[in-house]
T-cell receptor, first 117, second 114 residues
Framework: DQQVKQNSPSLSVQEGRISILNCDYTNSMFDYFLWYKKYPAEGPTFLISISSIKDKNEDGRFTVFLNKSAKHLSLHIVPSQPGDSAVYFCAATDASISQGGSEKLVFGKGMKLTVNP | EAGVAQSPRYKIIEKRQSVAFWCNPISGHATLYWYQQILGQGPKLLIQFQNNGVVDDSQLPKDRFSAERLKGVDSTLKIQPAKLEDSAVYLC????????????FGQGTRLTVV
C-alpha cells in the first residue's frame, strides 16, 4: 500500500515556464513533507520541506504548497531551468518526535522532470 | 561540511554470495538510515539507527540482511546470501535527531546480483 503517491512518472516543460509536480498521501499521521531532487548516479538531495502547520513554503524559485484536507502537496519551480532536469521525490514523515514519531521518511516513486532549452 | 560517505560505489556479485556496504554519516548526526532503491521506485527504509541503537528495522529482511552501527558512527549493511531481487541502489542517509527531519544522503552503492 503506497502511502505517498506521485502519479505522473514524467513531466516535460520549456525553459522559463513553470513546472508543477504533484504528490498525494494517504497517512493522516504525516505532518512533515519534503522534496528531494536526484541526478543520475547521485544520492537524493534535499530541496525544500513544509510542516503541516503551514500551507506554503518558498525558497527562491521553489515553492511547496500543502493542502491538508485533500492530502495533497505540490512543488512549483518558477522559472524552470535546464539544470532542474532530474528525478524529484516527494517524501513524508511523522515528525512528532515528542510523541514517538520515528522520523522515518516514506518516499513516492519519483517524477522525472525534463526542462527543454 | 563533509557529506555522507559510502563505499563501494558499485558491486557485482553472483546470487548466493555475500556483500557488505559501508557508510560514514555526517559528523554529529545521531540518526543513520539505510534505504533500498529498486529501479523505478522510491527509496524504501530498511533500517534506522539512533546512535548505535535500532529504532526501526520493520522492513529489513532479517533472514538475509543485517546491519550494525558500532560506536554510533560508521555503519555496515550486509546481505548474505544475495538474491537476484536484491539488485538495487543502497542509500545511506543521516540526520540530526530532534531538530529537523531532513535526511542527507550519500551517493549510494549500486548492487547488481547476477
Amino acid at each position: 500500500d503506497q502511502q505517498v503517491k506521485q502519479n505522473s512518472p514524467s513531466l516535460s516543460v520549456q525553459e522559463g515556464r513553470i513546472s508543477i509536480l504533484n504528490c498525494d498521501y494517504t497517512n493522516s499521521m504525516f505532518d512533515y513533507f519534503l522534496w528531494y531532487k536526484k541526478y543520475p548516479a547521485e544520492g537524493p538531495t534535499f530541496l525544500i520541506s513544509i510542516s503541516s502547520i503551514k500551507d506554503k513554503n518558498e525558497d527562491g524559485r521553489f515553492t511547496v504548497f500543502l493542502n491538508k484536507s485533500a492530502k495533497h502537496l505540490s512543488l512549483h519551480i518558477v522559472p524552470s531551468q535546464p539544470g532542474d532536469s532530474a528525478v524529484y521525490f516527494c517524501a513524508a514523515t511523522d515528525a512528532s518526535i515528542s510523541q514517538g514519531g520515528s522520523e522515518k521518511l516514506v518516499f513516492g516513486k519519483g517524477m522525472k522532470l525534463t526542462v527543454n532549452p | 561540511e563533509a557529506g555522507v560517505a559510502q563505499s563501494p560505489r558499485y558491486k557485482i556479485i553472483e546470487k548466493r554470495q555475500s556483500v557488505a556496504f559501508w557508510c560514514n554519516p555526517i559528523s554529529g548526526h545521531a540518526t543513520l538510515y539505510w534505504y533500498q532503491q529498486i529501479l523505478g521506485q522510491g527509496p524504501k527504509l530498511l533500517i534506522q539507527f539512533q546512535n548505535n541503537g535500532v529504532v526501526d528495522d520493520s522492513q529489513l529482511p532479517k533472514d538475509r540482511f543485517s546491519a550494525e552501527r558500532l560506536k554510533g558512527v560508521d555503519s555496515t549493511l550486509k546481505i548474505q546470501p544475495a538474491k537476484l531481487e536484491d539488485s538495487a541502489v543502497y542509500l545511506c542517509a543521516s540526520s540530526i535527531t530532534g531538530v529537523e527531519p531532513e535526511a542527507f544522503f550519500g551517493q549510494g552503492t549500486r548492487l547488481t546480483v547476477v
